[in-house]
């Protein structure tokens, strides 16, 4: 059934194109004898139409302009059509100089004519392409007047009006794919765009009407219905700006993520939406050096712990972009896993995706997996991280954040993994809880090993601060308690936080990985400190609602094991500048080899026995600056 299609459009195209390619002679003949050809000209026209069809239609064929899907014509096929057009002509032409040295022919009827035939062709191929676009459906059926006149309108009373801020690339990819798409039901009106030289201008025949702040007067001129930011690499100043703009023009906004959150690189309409808090934290483009994160992960066997957590699955889909030979997914939650695994071998099916339900605290089944898999890089992610819960219950941080290191610490030395990069969080900065001081100890147990010479594995770590997204953000809880109507509960008007996005804390791990050559902390730039009070009440403007008005902010006062403000640098460590704006190193901590002996395997033991004050007072003698809240 489907073949004998194939043939039948085949010979309907093939026929077409034929009486195109005998006008566009016969056409050359008019033009260059002024609409009045002389009988001997007329004559020639005759005798070589067959051997010019011929030889047009052959050379047509071996370009591939019989193979393509019409509805996706483009440029691609365009300079196709001009190819095979130019050759077809100096076939031709070299033909006639040889049998009749051009003795009674005309010369520029064949120019003519090659420029004829490149514009009837693909001017054809459009046509199908548009006629597809905006008249076809799943199911045939007859062309009502009214579709014909939205095919030069565009116009239809259900769709949208949508207003793009920013005329940029992103800008004019999401328009192309509105216009492509007549099933999203969105009509681009306008763009807006702070570039002096792009005003007055137009994009695909759409207007540049003004600046960003005039989003007011383009909204009354328009009649626009929504807004998107197309704007990816704007900073937090610049989404602030716009974001007000938009609330003082009353019209609902969505946006594009930023360049880190676009993993394969592609704008499309599926990635558009609401505008979050993480916008307004900053959103600079991260610089990474591709070549130097490729060359440690490309066709190796990366392994990452804590993989179906925000930080863990985020690095799995990162790795995957430099295509590893396989990755070893390691995580003790099962629906997690699940999802990752899923979402992984659906994106890139050409990477061995390996997936053990199991947990660091079992020494067993790390090094059964190091034995089958012999990963080259481990990412070490898997850890507890809830402040407050940990605190009442710290033999659970002893075991996870301390035991769990250890065992993979003792395994990559067994089987001389090339680099293991730890997560660790500016919580492990003079700690106030356990969770910060359990964090701290598994620093230095990393650190040691090559600081202290026991080790030829590059072993790194990678500090920073609050993830917003990930579990145990403060973000989540807020939104909850707005859609609730309030209270949004603060610790303390003054606690501050320093704080990231998920897809920019692993992608700086992973340039930090990169660059370590063993011993190094790295610490990652995180901006200015904000304050959680100032977070909460963004977070109640962007839900279309005014603090201490519409939603109540209550002071709860600070949580067991909180402080006011973290810090990224312990006292003695020295910071350093990379070659990478954002990561900064950490050089001068002793080796702890000796405090470390013995102790650790001690509080391992105090922890399985639940003792919470003997933990403590343990904790206090491994970790000197550790001061309990």
Same mark, same amino acid.
């Given at each position: 059934?489907?073949?004998?299609?194939?043939?039948?459009?085949?010979?309907?195209?093939?026929?077409?194109?034929?009486?195109?390619?005998?006008?566009?002679?016969?056409?050359?003949?008019?033009?260059?004898?002024?609409?009045?050809?002389?009988?001997?000209?007329?004559?020639?026209?005759?005798?070589?139409?067959?051997?010019?069809?011929?030889?047009?239609?052959?050379?047509?064929?071996?370009?591939?302009?019989?193979?393509?899907?019409?509805?996706?014509?483009?440029?691609?096929?365009?300079?196709?059509?001009?190819?095979?057009?130019?050759?077809?002509?100096?076939?031709?032409?070299?033909?006639?100089?040889?049998?009749?040295?051009?003795?009674?022919?005309?010369?520029?009827?064949?120019?003519?004519?090659?420029?004829?035939?490149?514009?009837?062709?693909?001017?054809?191929?459009?046509?199908?392409?548009?006629?597809?676009?905006?008249?076809?459906?799943?199911?045939?059926?007859?062309?009502?007047?009214?579709?014909?006149?939205?095919?030069?309108?565009?116009?239809?009373?259900?769709?949208?009006?949508?207003?793009?801020?920013?005329?940029?690339?992103?800008?004019?990819?999401?328009?192309?794919?509105?216009?492509?798409?007549?099933?999203?039901?969105?009509?681009?009106?306008?763009?807006?765009? @702070?570039?002096?030289?792009?005003?007055?201008?137009?994009?695909?025949?759409?207007?540049?009407?003004?600046?960003?702040?005039?989003?007011?007067?383009?909204?009354?001129?328009?009649?626009?219905?929504?807004?998107?930011?197309?704007?990816?690499?704007?900073?937090?100043?610049?989404?602030?700006?716009?974001?007000?703009?938009?609330?003082?023009?009353?019209?609902?906004?969505?946006?594009?993520?930023?360049?880190?959150?676009?993993?394969?690189?592609?704008?499309?309409?599926?990635?558009?939406?609401?505008?979050?808090?993480?916008?307004?934290?900053?959103?600079?483009?991260?610089?990474?050096?591709?070549?130097?994160?490729?060359?440690?992960?490309?066709?190796?066997?990366?392994?990452?712990?804590?993989?179906?957590?925000?930080?863990?699955?985020?690095?799995?889909?990162?790795?995957?972009?430099?295509?590893?030979?396989?990755?070893?997914?390691?995580?003790?939650?099962?629906?997690?896993?699940?999802?990752?695994?899923?979402?992984?071998?659906?994106?890139? @099916?050409?990477?061995?995706?390996?997936?053990?339900?199991? @947990?660091?605290?079992?020494?067993?089944?790390?090094?059964?997996?190091?034995?089958?898999?012999?990963?080259?890089?481990?990412?070490?992610?898997?850890?507890?991280?809830?402040?407050?819960?940990?605190?009442?219950?710290?033999?659970?941080?002893?075991?996870?954040?301390?035991?769990?290191?250890?065992?993979?610490?003792?395994?990559?030395?067994?089987?001389?993994?090339?680099?293991?990069?730890?997560?660790?969080?500016?919580?492990?900065?003079?700690?106030?809880?356990?969770?910060?001081?359990?964090?701290?100890?598994?620093?230095?147990?990393?650190?040691?090993?090559?600081?202290?010479?026991?080790?030829?594995?590059?072993?790194?770590?990678?500090?920073?601060?609050?993830?917003?997204?990930?579990?145990?953000?403060?973000?989540?809880?807020?939104?909850?308690?707005?859609?609730?109507?309030?209270?949004?509960?603060?610790?303390?008007?003054?606690?501050?936080?320093?704080?990231?996005?998920?897809?920019?804390?692993?992608?700086?791990?992973?340039?930090?990985?990169?660059?370590?050559?063993?011993?190094?902390?790295?610490?990652?730039?995180?901006?200015?400190?904000?304050?959680?009070?100032?977070?909460?009440?963004?977070?109640?403007?962007?839900?279309?609602?005014?603090?201490?008005?519409?939603?109540?902010?209550?002071?709860?006062?600070?949580?067991?094991?909180?402080?006011?403000?973290?810090?990224?640098?312990?006292?003695?460590?020295?910071?350093?500048?990379?070659?990478?704006?954002?990561?900064?190193?950490?050089?001068?901590?002793?080796?702890?080899?000796?405090?470390?002996?013995?102790?650790?395997?001690?509080?391992?033991?105090?922890?399985?026995?639940?003792?919470?004050?003997?933990?403590?007072?343990?904790?206090?003698?491994?970790?000197?600056?550790?001061?309990?809240?």
């Amino acid at each position: 059934m489907k073949t004998r299609v194939f043939y039948k459009n085949f010979f309907v195209v093939l026929c077409i194109d034929t009486l195109l390619l005998a006008g566009s002679l016969y056409a050359a003949h008019l033009i260059r004898f002024d609409f009045d050809i002389p009988q001997h000209f007329l004559r020639l026209f005759y005798q070589m139409l067959p051997f010019v069809l011929i030889v047009k239609i052959i050379n047509f064929y071996f370009f591939d302009l019989y193979r393509g899907m019409w509805r996706y014509t483009s440029i691609a096929d365009l300079f196709n059509i001009i190819k095979a057009s130019s050759l077809s002509t100096l076939l031709i032409v070299s033909y006639i100089l040889f049998s009749a040295r051009f003795e009674g022919f005309s010369r520029s009827v064949f120019i003519i004519d090659w420029c004829f035939t490149i514009l009837f062709i693909s001017g054809y191929r459009l046509f199908i392409r548009l006629f597809i676009e905006h008249f076809s459906e799943d199911k045939p059926r007859v062309i009502s007047l009214w579709k014909a006149w939205g095919f030069f309108n565009r116009i239809r009373a259900d769709n949208k009006r949508l207003l793009i801020i920013g005329a940029g690339d992103c800008g004019e990819k999401i328009y192309r794919e509105i216009r492509d798409n007549a099933r999203l039901q969105y009509e681009v009106v306008g763009f807006l765009d @702070d570039d002096s030289t792009k005003l007055g201008k137009k994009i695909h025949g759409i207007p540049i009407l003004g600046y960003v702040r005039d989003i007011r007067r383009a909204i009354k001129k328009t009649e626009a219905d929504e807004a998107l930011i197309a704007i990816p690499s704007a900073n937090a100043q610049k989404m602030r700006a716009i974001v007000e703009e938009c609330k003082r023009g009353r019209i609902k906004f969505k946006t594009m993520p930023s360049m880190g959150e676009l993993i394969n690189g592609k704008v499309t309409i599926s990635a558009i939406r609401e505008v979050a808090y993480r916008d307004l934290l900053g959103r600079d483009a991260i610089k990474l050096n591709e070549e130097q994160i490729g060359a440690y992960l490309k066709e190796q066997s990366v392994l990452v712990t804590g993989a179906g957590g925000s930080i863990g699955s985020e690095l799995c889909r990162q790795i995957c972009r430099f295509r590893p030979k396989s990755i070893i997914l390691y995580e003790r939650a099962e629906t997690p896993l699940y999802e990752i695994e899923l979402e992984l071998k659906q994106n890139f @099916d050409d990477i061995e995706i390996v997936t053990l339900l199991a @947990d660091v605290q079992d020494k067993k089944q790390i090094e059964k997996a190091f034995e089958t898999y012999r990963p080259q890089t481990v990412f070490h992610a898997a850890a507890y991280k809830h402040v407050p819960m940990l605190e009442l219950q710290p033999w659970r941080a002893i075991g996870n954040n301390i035991g769990g290191t250890a065992n993979l610490v003792e395994i990559t030395n067994k089987f001389k993994v090339e680099r293991f990069v730890f997560v660790s969080t500016d919580k492990a900065v003079r700690p106030a809880n356990v969770m910060g001081a359990s964090k701290r100890v598994a620093e230095m147990l990393v650190q040691s090993q090559n600081s202290c010479h026991v080790s030829d594995t590059r072993f790194m770590i990678v500090r920073f601060g609050n993830v917003v997204g990930s579990g145990g953000s403060v973000v989540p809880l807020f939104k909850k308690q707005i859609e609730k109507g309030g209270p949004v509960t603060v610790t303390h008007p003054d606690v501050t936080r320093y704080f990231m996005t998920v897809p920019e804390a692993c992608q700086l791990i992973l340039q930090a990985g990169a660059m370590g050559n063993g011993g190094e902390i790295f610490i990652l730039d995180m901006g200015t400190s904000i304050k959680i009070d100032d977070m909460a009440r963004d977070l109640i403007r962007l839900s279309g609602f005014e603090p201490d008005i519409d939603i109540k902010i209550d002071y709860i006062g600070l949580r067991p094991g909180e402080k006011l403000y973290e810090e990224l640098v312990v006292e003695g460590e020295d910071v350093l500048p990379t070659s990478h704006e954002k990561i900064m190193v950490l050089k001068g901590t002793a080796c702890n080899i000796e405090v470390l002996n013995g102790q650790v395997n001690n509080l391992i033991s105090i922890a399985e026995n639940q003792e919470s004050r003997t933990i403590l007072q343990k904790l206090q003698e491994i970790v000197q600056e550790y001061k309990p809240a």
